[in-house]
């Protein structure tokens, strides 16, 4: 399978534990985003990478969430003292280089559950 | 500030009869416009996307949608429904200057009936 991947799909934890999430993109799309969705909503942007570079930031990504992309292939988003508001499916998709009519790839997102 | 407004989070049809799911965006210069399905336990994909190429859209599974400027609406529609398009769906908007991100309307499940 040659889609966008994420791990894990399912996560349960408790409140104020760190988790972290990863995704793998299609190989050479260069373009990496983070989303989250919760119940009954559309995905909300968090973040989106172009290779390695971090280039926007949503206002919805608070201090305690952590995204990196170290190589411009695979990116990790980290939770840090997680609140049960953080529940939701984290999202994550990619695209290739160039025009804003490039296709964003999806991958089935990891689904956070905070108790 | 761009939105996408979806009306009607929920819509029911019978099997065969007219899907139409509604969007509209709000925009201070035409955006590039986008419909997602999502099934259930699947990722999100892409249906089909409104570039300026033409007004009239096809996409997959015989989905069209037509972007009307005057209406600031890009309506989803499926001449005959099939029980397999149940689904949820979601109308999204795009910047040619925002770095590919998009904004996502809150969706619309679509239910079909026998």
């Known amino acids: 399978d040659t889609g966008v991947s994420q791990d894990p799909r399912h996560k349960i934890t408790k409140r104020g534990q760190n988790v972290t999430f990863r995704c793998d993109p299609i190989?050479?799309?260069?373009?990496l985003y983070w989303y989250r969705q919760t119940l009954g909503q559309g995905p909300e942007f968090l973040t989106y990478f172009q290779n390695e570079a971090q280039l926007e930031k949503s206002r919805l990504l608070s201090d305690r969430f952590s995204a990196e992309r170290p190589k411009g292939s695979f990116s990790t988003l980290e939770i840090q003292r997680t609140e049960q508001g953080d529940s939701a499916m984290y999202l994550c998709a990619s695209s290739e280089p160039g025009t804003a009519v490039s296709e964003a790839f999806f991958g089935q997102g990891t689904r956070l559950t905070v108790v | 500030a761009q939105s996408v407004t979806q009306l009607g989070s929920h819509v029911s049809v019978s099997e065969g009869a007219l899907v139409l799911l509604r969007c509209n965006y709000s925009s201070s210069v035409p955006p590039y416009l986008f419909w997602y399905v999502q099934y259930p336990n699947k990722g999100l994909q892409l249906l089909l996307k409104?570039?300026?190429?033409?007004?009239l859209v096809k996409g997959i599974n015989g989905f069209e949608a037509e972007f009307k400027k005057s209406e600031t609406s890009f309506h989803l529609t499926k001449p005959s429904a099939h029980m397999s398009d149940a689904a949820e769906y979601f109308c999204?908007?795009?910047?040619?200057?925002?770095?590919?991100?998009?904004?996502f309307g809150q969706g619309t499940e679509l239910s079909v009936k026998p």
């Open positions: 409104y570039t300026s190429a033409a007004t």
């Open positions: 999204a908007v795009r910047r040619y200057n925002q770095g590919g991100k998009l904004i």
């Open positions: 190989s050479e799309h260069n373009r």
